[in-house]
């Protein structure tokens, strides 16, 4: 990326995958996969799958004759599903809300959903939905960043077009509390979806990007990515100094940050 230019060219699907799945979203995916237990020739849905990562994730897991399903309400999203994904895993594509799963009663052993029940309009729909689609014994795992500390990068992002005077691009835009929940409230919505054995734990982990040009280029793989390319001078060179200073170090090196994230699981007896 040129240091006086913030331009991309792709999609919000392809910055994310990437830019943001990486660094970000990788190493949170086989946390949640070691965290839910899946195992050798399982069937797992991906709810809210996104570009993948937790699907190939899981991929690795269940091997051989194990069925991956990815779910997500962007055709964008899923269409790079596929990408690197084992030819010897099977894999399904359904497009879909997390809200009404195009898949019948008692067909999958796991259902995992990483980062989406936060943005889920109705969360004890959803929740539901996952219990209804699972065999008796199977197990669900949920993955919702907390908001202490800051979600970042996400945050940054939005504060520095917010600082700017940049409109709120869609309702919530500047509300950091939209992209997390806590762990109770989690709970509470798996037990009430009549899981059982749910358990629930804040793990953390350090980001550390490649480049400061990684990390702000990022910005293109999250809702945001739409405003940072229709932005005009010199508004696009003062967001792009901006955003810069808040993702380097002292020495000019990109900063690290620590995300913090609620695991929960349950079983469906």
């Known amino acids: 990326m ?5 331009s991309f060219g792709g999609s919000v699907a392809d ?3 990437e830019y943001l799945e990486p660094v970000i ?32 994730a899981a991929a690795a897991r269940v091997r051989a004759g194990g069925t991956v399903i990815a779910s997500d309400v962007s055709d964008a999203m899923l269409g790079h599903v596929p990408a690197g994904f084992p030819s010897d895993v099977t894999l399904r594509v359904v497009p879909c809300s997390a809200l009404a799963l195009d898949l019948p009663d008692a067909a999958v052993d796991v259902v995992l959903c990483q980062q989406g029940l936060q ?13 209804r689609v699972l065999r008796p014994g199977g197990r669900a795992g949920i993955a919702v960043w907390l908001s202490s500390p800051r979600v970042e990068p996400f945050i ?9 005077d940049v409109p709120e691009p869609f309702p919530g835009a500047y509300d950091s509390s939209n992209l997390s ?3 109770d409230e989690v709970e509470r919505l798996l037990c009430a979806a009549g899981f059982e054995d749910v358990k629930v734990r804040v793990e ?9 040009d990684h990390a702000v280029v990022g910005a293109f793989g999250t809702p945001y990515g739409p405003v940072f390319e229709a932005l005009e001078e010199p508004t696009r060179r003062s967001v792009l100094a901006d955003l810069r200073r808040r993702m380097s170090g002292a020495g000019g090196e990109a900063t ?3 995300m913090t994230s609620v695991l929960a699981r349950g079983r469906r007896a």
Do not use: C, I, K, N
């Open 2 to 6: 040129d240091r006086d230019e913030l």
């Open 15 to 17: 910055g994310y995958r």
């Open 25 to 56: 979203f990788r190493p949170w995916a086989e946390r949640l996969v070691d965290f839910v237990g899946v195992e050798e020739g399982d069937t797992v849905l991906d709810v809210a799958a996104g570009t993948g990562v937790v699907s190939r």
């Open 119 to 131: 943005f889920v309009p109705e969360r004890t729909g959803a929740v539901s939905e996952m219990r």
């Open 156 to 164: 940054v992002y939005g504060e520095a077009l917010q600082a700017h």
């Open 181 to 183: 929940m806590g762990g």
């Open 204 to 212: 953390r982990l350090r980001v550390q990007w490649p480049s400061v």
């Open 256 to 258: 690290g940050h620590v």
